[in-house]
């Protein structure tokens, strides 16, 4: 395990606190995954924002990937990582940070899911009030046809909605599906072709998505 | 590449191309940063505090959802249309209809599906699934109360996963379970029987028949014969709905299966040439024994238009004489099934002829009365046998139903004096069954509609 303390980080100037006249540096955290964690449990200051630094990219993807472009997807990553720092003891030596964060995210964003579908349940909010996040000068087609993805998505059980996500929008290999949903490969298997087949029949019907189910060769051979 | 992949794909690069992510992750890291530095600093006292505050919270939120209720609601996902309770849905002929509900769960209607959302609670739905199939998805939450009634079974739901079809002309019910567990109510399993996870129930109703298999292995686990040989097994053994009622001195034409096991339909089909073969190797004429013996294997394998050919083939009237009245009423089946509407009246009237009086001849008149609504849609028809059932056995399995259809059949003749009269002799004898909130909907109804809840 290598454990290194650099004292004048790279970006750190734009990280630094002013207090009472006083620059305060913070200590950059520089190491493996595994001295990371170690850093972290031992409380080091640096070791944190290290963690997040190197997998928030990650994460805000597979969380982007689940939900969509969603104005809640900012709190949903820091959610991650505040349930990452809590847990972070439990996690086992040798064990895949990356893999093991992608497990937190799909929990946070299931439950965010679930949070919402209660709301619906009780008639708060419709999905279609749900804020969306996207940049300003993205084309109008490209925004409606993402936007009814995840409409479809939407009305899909959280347990299909979250491997058909991971599976097909982030890329990632059952085994990774499997374990990042911590369900067995039988199950995910099936929740994933549950999920296909029921995608595939509500998105046919929806207008925006046409031109991209048209371009996508094989589509009808699923 | 599959095309979902591929599709799955152009999502991702036009999320990564129009995501604001940098912003988002800056905020989200001062956050973090923020959060995490509190939490070092926090001293233990206040997660006491806010922990117990985070327990009251939750158990002001449980009473708050208690107090506020709220039904669930439920969507048609070809029109986004939310459906009223009671509302008769039918899927297209080549395409599924998924029904989403607002609680996360899915009925998907299989092609050619009817079917009808008969109650919306805060805790869950009943379902009315009249004819098809459907892929159940249940999402499980405390209390969860689902409800699916298939033809003459229900099936109580928690959180689970699971196909089920009922086929009303063959009376046919079945389910695959995936995921989960349920209990099946109805005939044969009258106490109920709870169908865990991979195991397929399927039921021959009109044959008394009940199987329990593994699902996707082919390996029956039991049968109804089998559960005769080894009391105790899995299955419940019963007749069905209108072999039950059939009076137990009546001697059963029936061919036993030479392996001495009931099985699904098809799988024991009996040899064709039951005749024989002559000394120099053509096939002999089928001595009458024999005919007899071909026409109920056949009803009784589900090869319903051979049944219905080698039964013309002995001559209906001499068949209408010797056939045992179970047998009559499966040809009768098989003949309607077939579509040859003549020759099934024929056969059940025959049969009310030749029993009349007895349980057989209500069944008969049942069985005339599903032809008349399922196949002929002639309503008026229908409610006249559905009346007869009714009357003759008023003690039947299948009243409710019968009382059920009665008031769909009077109210699609055009007798909105005569639904609305079965609509409140339903809900006297079935407050709670599954055509309860139909009746309900018609007698609430400015001047019984016929149309109103029906399309």
């Keep these: 395990m290598t454990d290194v303390m650099a004292a004048e980080p790279r970006g750190a100037k734009r990280r630094n606190r002013e207090c009472r006249g006083a620059v305060v540096r913070p200590i950059r955290f520089v190491g493996d995954d595994e001295a990371m964690v170690a850093a972290i449990i031992a409380g080091h200051p640096g070791a944190s924002e290290a963690m997040f630094d190197r997998y928030s990219d990650h994460v805000y993807r597979v969380l982007m990937r689940i939900m969509g472009f969603d104005d809640e997807i900012g709190d949903l990553l820091q959610d991650v990582f505040v349930e990452a720092l809590k847990g972070i003891s439990s996690i086992r030596e040798g064990s895949n940070v990356k893999a093991w964060l992608t497990g937190i995210a799909v929990h946070v964003a299931r439950s965010c899911i679930r949070r919402r579908s209660r709301r619906r349940w009780l008639q708060f909010r419709q999905p279609e009030s749900v804020p969306q996040q996207v940049s300003m000068d993205a084309p109008k087609e490209v925004v409606e046809a993402l936007e009814e993805t995840y409409a479809v998505l939407d009305l899909m059980p959280a347990d299909e909605r979250i491997p058909f996500a991971l599976r097909f929008i982030q890329g990632m290999e059952l085994t990774e599906v499997a374990r990042a949903c911590d369900v067995s490969l039988a199950t995910v298997k099936r929740r994933i072709s549950r999920a296909r087949t029921r995608f595939a029949t509500m998105a046919q019907r929806r207008e925006p998505l046409k031109d991209w189910i048209d371009n996508s060769p094989g589509w009808r051979d699923r | ?455």
């Design chain 2, 1 to 455: 590449m599959s095309g979902l992949e591929e599709f799955g794909r152009r999502v991702a690069e036009q999320q990564d191309r129009l995501s604001p992510g940098d912003e988002v992750i800056a905020d989200a890291r001062a956050g973090f940063l923020a959060a995490s530095r509190d939490a070092v600093r926090r001293p233990a006292w206040p997660r006491v505090v806010f922990g117990g505050m985070a327990v009251g919270a939750a158990a002001a939120a449980a009473m708050f959802l208690f107090v506020l209720g709220g039904d669930l609601t439920v969507t048609a996902a070809d029109t986004g249309r939310e459906l009223e309770v009671g509302e008769w849905v039918n899927s297209p002929e080549e395409e599924s209809l998924p029904l989403l509900f607002s609680d996360g769960s899915v009925v998907e209607l299989k092609p050619r599906t009817g079917a009808r959302v008969v109650e919306l609670g805060d805790r869950g739905a009943r379902v009315l699934l009249e004819r098809g199939g459907a892929r159940v998805d249940v999402v499980h939450r405390d209390a969860t109360r689902w409800r699916l009634d298939v033809g003459p079974f229900e099936v109580a739901v928690t959180g689970t996963a699971f196909d089920v079809s009922w086929d009303p002309g063959a009376q046919i019910f079945s389910l695959e379970l995936e995921e989960g567990s349920v209990v099946v109510t109805g005939p044969m399993v009258d106490e109920g029987r709870r169908i865990s996870s991979g195991e397929v129930i399927t039921a021959w109703v009109s044959k008394g028949r009940l199987e329990l298999s593994e699902r996707g292995s082919g390996e029956e686990i039991a049968s109804a014969s089998e559960a005769r040989e080894a009391p105790g097994e899995t299955v419940v053994e019963g007749v069905g709905d209108l072999a039950e009622e059939a009076r137990p001195e009546e001697p059963s034409s029936a061919v036993e299966d030479p392996s001495g096991r009931s099985s699904r339909a098809g799988d024991t089909v009996p040899e064709k040439d039951q005749g024989g073969v002559a000394m120099d190797g053509r096939s002999a004429p089928a001595p009458a024994a024999a005919e007899v013996e071909d026409w109920i294997s056949l009803a009784r394998a589900a090869r319903y238009s051979e049944a219905t050919e080698a039964a013309r083939a002995a001559g209906l009237d001499e068949v209408l004489m010797e056939g045992s009245a179970r047998d009559l009423l499966a040809l009768g089946d098989a003949a309607r099934l077939s579509r040859s509407y003549e020759e099934a009246d024929r056969i059940y009237n025959g049969v009310r002829g030749r029993f009349a009086g007895t349980v057989h001849s209500a069944s008969a008149a049942l069985a005339l009365g599903r032809m008349a609504f399922d196949q002929q849609h002639m309503y008026s028809k229908a409610a006249l046998w559905l009346d007869v059932y009714v009357e003759e056995n008023p003690s039947g399995k299948l009243v409710r139903e019968a009382l059920g259809r009665l008031v769909e059949a009077r109210q699609r003749a055009g007798d909105a004096t005569g639904a609305r009269r079965a609509a409140m002799r339903y809900l006297e004898a079935y407050p709670e069954g599954p055509h309860a909130d139909y009746a309900r909907k018609l007698l609430d109804s400015p001047g019984g509609d016929p149309d109103a809840y029906t399309r």
